[in-house]
């Protein structure tokens, strides 16, 4: 059976067929995070740029809306520095290469990242009706996006982008078949090649992120920037029952390789970041996982094939 054909079974059997909410649930990340382009890297974001794809499937033909939850930047929610100065602005993208053109695949907004149709945009500063409050974007036609066969689904990207000021804006997303309420759309989905995010405040909770393993991947390699000594970020998968990888303080990056096993190709892992005590708050981290050849590989808030259970032990084979 095909690799394409693999993706496409993982993608309509996932066991979570409604994974609207971005993060979503399974997740535990309370909130996707990106700081104005004046802040310091040390508050927790490299490039103050992030990039989300939703994913629609072929066979829904009914409008849809993008919501975010509290996009502006100022009030209880977000992270101050001096006073709110921050501007963020989000940019809806559709049409051909939106996806599929090589940098909106990329960790970094250089090159082409703002591939696509450009279909919807609007910037945020403080403003009290937009704090712990929604905004929407819409009504999409599904055909409005990049047709991806491989997924059998109509892509489209998200950006925002933080383009003056030094606070930190934190949101999340909703993908809806309303515009004043969060209605999910069954088997849609959503996807990153890089998060940047912020933690919880109480040291019980646990943040996951799914990076899904394609046939082919023999090694990954997972870097995380700004963890301030968090706690640890641990990786679980159906091989793998728990392994330790290399942290970063603040303001750097740390980087870490895994040898990929036969059991763990055309599954999901599951890396979970557990918190320190004393309590470190109002952390924010940025992480991304690439294959053997560089390439990003996504991350999706429903996990292809559902959250990976470890099936028994299995040695771990470091690589030197």
């Not at 535990?28 to 629609?56: C, H, K, R, V």
């Not at 003056?164 to 959503?190: K, Q, V």
Request: some cysteine; proline content about 5%; aromatic content about 16%.
């Amino acid at each position: 059976m095909s690799r394409l054909l693999n993706t496409f079974i993982l993608l309509t059997i996932c066991v979570f067929g409604y994974s609207q909410p971005v993060p979503n649930v399974e997740e535990n990340i309370p909130y996707l995070m990106t700081f104005g382009e004046a802040a310091e890297t040390s508050w927790g974001d490299d490039d103050f740029s992030q990039a989300f794809f939703f994913q629609i499937p072929e066979d829904y033909d009914q409008p849809f809306f993008i919501r975010i939850f509290d996009p502006d930047t100022g009030g209880e929610i977000d992270e101050i520095s001096g006073e709110f100065n921050t501007r963020c602005v989000f940019e809806v993208f559709g049409g051909e290469g939106n996806w599929s053109d090589p940098a909106a695949k990329e960790t970094s907004p250089v090159g082409n990242y703002k591939s696509g149709t450009l279909l919807a945009t609007r910037a945020f500063a403080a403003n009290p009706r937009y704090d712990n409050n929604w905004f929407t974007f819409g009504p999409f036609n599904p055909a409005q996006g990049e047709y991806a066969e491989e997924f059998k689904s109509y892509i489209f990207k998200v950006i925002c982008e933080g383009v003056s000021g030094d606070d930190g804006n934190m949101y999340r997303y909703y993908l809806s078949t309303s515009g004043t309420e969060n209605r999910s759309i069954e088997d849609a989905n959503a996807f990153a090649y890089e998060y940047s995010f912020r933690m919880h405040n109480e040291v019980e909770e646990v943040a996951h992120i799914y990076p899904y393993v394609e046939e082919g991947t023999i090694s990954v390699r997972i870097s995380n920037f700004d963890w301030d000594w968090d706690g640890n970020i641990v990786v679980i998968s159906v091989a793998r029952q728990g392994r330790e990888v290399k942290i970063s303080g603040e303001d750097f990056w740390a980087n870490d390789e895994l040898r990929v096993q036969d059991e763990e190709i055309e599954t999901s892992m599951d890396f979970r970041f557990i918190k320190a005590r004393p309590l470190v708050r109002n952390n924010n981290v940025v992480v991304n996982v690439r294959n053997q050849f560089g390439d990003a590989m996504p991350f999706y808030t429903s996990p292809l094939g559902g959250v990976p259970k470890y099936r028994g032990e299995v040695e771990f084979v470091p690589i030197e």
